[in-house]
């Protein structure tokens, strides 16, 4: 679609699907309960969603732990798992408008990027992880000849996937790609702020084959839904993403219900150094500002803390500043727009809050730092740009989730180093340089679960993702995410 008329004409035409899906059918929550779901793009309800509460859980674990037993998805060979799986794939990137759509209306990013970053990633991690699954061989134990020792994996069982808002489906996708790949049932608990594209794409699976009761999808709020998932005691594992805070509630709520297996994929307050020999400071600089601005500041990874080495510091925040003007917000509908509104009022106003402690505790604001597009009934933050800032600064130490981006300046490579490991978190870390020993230098020193050299990328399927310290721990992606959803038996047999 070419213009933005296009896409407000479409999304006139969509109707929303917004029930709970239990057992291969959409069904209202037991209690009858539902709340608004409303658009940030416009301030506007898009939908009533059903409110899942405990017995909604149960009758979906029920379902899940049921189509677990019966062994129709689970002990179906890999390759066909994996043919339904690619199936499901070709559903998601044949729906990928209305999936962008549902995606940008119900949490405010830019259509160009819901579709062709979100859904794109998200048809990318089914198809990878179809692939994967009839490839991925089990092992023998190196015992001697008179025993033979087996380590096979199977699959865990029921797993919960508890996931946040900023990329809905494509964080479900990290969780649900995986785990089902592996012979799983899922039963996935999105954000309460952005739940049609998980509640659309349950359609879409039962389309692809998979059977019902293997993927289930149950919206409502944290501590209704979330915490009910989290406590039942016939659930085998939680994969969540979202704040450090509720990921230890997660690790409380398995302590004191059945010691479920749980992965955890929290906060971040990445460093971005920039020293004064990288190669291509317009590429540096680009990546600073998109690594901030891209999808408003709401990514765990968004390089919110950018060091820069003294004596390129004036030209190179002048450069960074130049650039955050292109992240103006705009209509999130416009296929020009780079930079669209924040999820809701409450993460708009925490970002602004923050905006007023930077500046009371002695930041200097050089860009940005207000609400704009009033007019349009959503929320709307200026890339923003804090210079001066000392890292132990509220701004520098805590998660914003925001387009907020704190300047600190450093003179040498071990101050450096210091300043970047000084945080609660370790998701990410990135840094530019043209010196190859100590670009590998640096990344050793850095106390991540990432280190990018010379991008702000990170990288696609291929590579883990996840935490040092309290980001979390467990990783998402490549094969490695299989470990969080097998279990390793051991079968050893006498020969003698
Ligand atoms: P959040 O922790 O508030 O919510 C995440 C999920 O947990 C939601 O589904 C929510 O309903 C549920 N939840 C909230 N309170 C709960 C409770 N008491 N019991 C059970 N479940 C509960 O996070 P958010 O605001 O949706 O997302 C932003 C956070 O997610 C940021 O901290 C960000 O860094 C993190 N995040 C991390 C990654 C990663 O891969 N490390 C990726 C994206 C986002």
């Not at 594209?197 to 149950?218: H, K």
Request: proline content about 4%.
């Amino acid at each position: 679609m070419a213009t933005a008329i296009d896409w407000h004409a479409e999304a006139a035409k969509l109707s929303f699907r917004s029930q709970a899906f239990i057992n291969g059918k959409y069904v209202p929550a037991a209690s009858g309960k539902t709340y608004d779901n409303v658009s940030p793009v416009d301030g506007k309800v898009l939908a009533k969603v059903a409110s899942c509460d405990r017995e909604d859980v149960d009758r979906a674990v029920k379902a899940a732990r049921a189509a677990f037993n019966a062994g129709k998805w689970a002990e179906a060979a890999p390759k066909q798992r994996k043919r339904t799986l690619q199936k499901f794939a070709d559903l998601i990137a044949k729906h990928a408008d209305e999936l962008a759509l549902l995606e940008t209306l119900d949490m405010g990013k830019p259509i160009m990027f819901a579709k062709g970053v979100d859904v794109m990633s998200v048809v990318d991690h089914v198809r990878w992880f179809a692939e994967a699954i009839d490839k991925v061989y089990d092992e023998i134990a190196p015992t001697g000849k008179d025993a033979l020792g087996m380590i096979t994996r199977e699959p865990l069982g029921v797993v919960g996937a508890v996931v946040p808002w900023n990329f809905p489906l494509l964080m479900a996708a990290w969780k649900f790609a995986p785990a089902l790949a592996a012979g799983n049932s899922v039963i996935l608990k999105p954000a309460e702020q952005s739940p049609l594209s998980a509640i659309r794409v349950a359609e879409l699976a039962m389309e692809a084959g998979i059977p019902e009761g293997v993927f289930n999808v149950v919206p409502g709020f944290g501590e209704t839904a979330g915490q009910a998932l989290g406590r039942h005691m016939d659930v085998d594992a939680i994969a969540f993403t979202g704040s450090t805070e509720v990921g230890k509630f997660f690790l409380k709520y398995s302590g004191e219900s059945n010691m479920k297996i749980v992965s955890l994929e929290c906060g971040g307050k990445t460093p971005n150094i920039v020293f004064a020999d990288a190669a291509n400071m317009d590429a540096a600089a680009m990546g600073a500002a998109s690594g901030i601005f891209f999808n408003s500041g709401q990514v765990c990874v968004a390089s919110s803390r950018l060091l820069v080495e003294e004596k390129i510091h004036d030209d190179f925040v002048e450069k960074v500043k130049a650039i955050s003007a292109a992240f103006h917000p705009g209509d999130p509908l416009d296929v020009n727009t780079r930079m669209g509104s924040m999820v809701d009022k409450s993460q708009m106003d925490r970002a602004l809050s923050y905006v007023e402690k930077g500046q009371k505790e002695g930041a200097k604001l050089i860009a940005g730092g207000r609400q704009v597009r009033q007019n349009s009934g959503g929320f709307y933050v200026e890339p923003t740009i804090f210079d001066k800032v000392a890292n132990d600064m509220t701004i520098a130490q805590e998660e914003i989730f925001g387009p907020v981006l704190s300047t600190i300046t450093f003179r040498d490579t071990e101050e450096a180093i210091r300043i970047a490991n000084d945080t609660i978190y370790g998701l990410q870390a990135c840094l530019w340089t043209n010196d190859l020993t100590k670009a590998h230098r640096v990344a050793r020193a850095l106390r991540a679960g990432t280190v990018n050299i010379n991008n702000t990328d990170g990288g696609g399927v291929e590579v883990p993702f996840g935490g040092y310290k309290q980001s979390g721990f467990g990783r998402d992606k490549s094969l490695h995410a299989l470990d969080k959803y097998t279990q390793l038996k051991t079968t050893y047999i006498k020969l003698a």
